[in-house]
């Protein structure tokens, strides 16, 4: 027996995607102009929109906000604004977290959790949490073996991604033959001349 949608769910369904339409919108201009503020130096004025804009469900509004918070020392409502941004799968989000589960603020430190999420973020071409992961992989740390061949890997995305500090990892590799690489000038130079003047 097949299901038919009839025509008055239909109309609800488009009823409430319409009242959500200004409500998001709302929340998206509180959430930019908060992010817009804080770069600013408006504390006080990101901080109220950010806020408006994170309950409403905006994610950078989230994630921006939680970041604040984390350099207020309000460590518990930042790791509840990054795990929802995360739970949102929002890259900068589970990176937040990782970073949190890894420092033990506003959360148990939990280097393997931190791990988790920073692989996570990682995967998700976040480039900070790229070149935390490489440097993870590099050392055998957050919960991961000491894997040089896997950190090479990912400090060449973070460096093709335009990461400066991974730029000088691989050209510092090359020329001491670190990370397991054979010792090439060549390759040290090429790095050397990419990282951002």
Not at 105 to 126: K, Y
Request: overall charge negative; charged content about 25%; proline content about 5%.
């Amino acid at each position: 027996m097949k299901h038919r949608i009839g025509a008055p769910a239909i109309l609800l369904s488009c009823l409430l995607t319409m009242q959500q339409s200004p409500l998001l919108a709302d929340a998206r201009s509180d959430g930019d102009r908060g992010i817009e503020a804080f770069r600013q130096g408006n504390l006080i004025e990101s901080m109220q929109l950010l806020e408006r804009s994170a309950l409403a469900g905006y994610v950078p509004a989230q994630v921006t906000y939680a970041y604040i918070l984390d350099i207020s020392e309000r460590d518990e409502d930042a790791v509840k604004w990054y795990r929802q941004a995360a739970e949102n799968n929002d890259p900068a989000g589970k990176f937040g977290l990782g970073v949190m589960y890894a420092k033990g603020e506003g959360v148990e430190r939990d280097p393997r959790m931190a791990g988790q999420w920073t692989r996570q973020a990682a995967e998700m071409e976040h480039l900070p949490a790229m070149r935390a992961y490489a440097y993870a992989l590099e050392n055998g740390t957050l919960g991961f073996a000491q894997n040089p061949t896997a950190a090479v890997e990912w400090f060449l995305k973070a460096a093709q991604a335009g990461d400066d500090v991974a730029m000088r990892r691989l050209k510092n590799a090359y020329a001491e033959g670190q990370l397991e690489l054979t010792i090439d000038p060549e390759q040290a130079l090429f790095w050397e001349e990419k990282i951002n003047p």
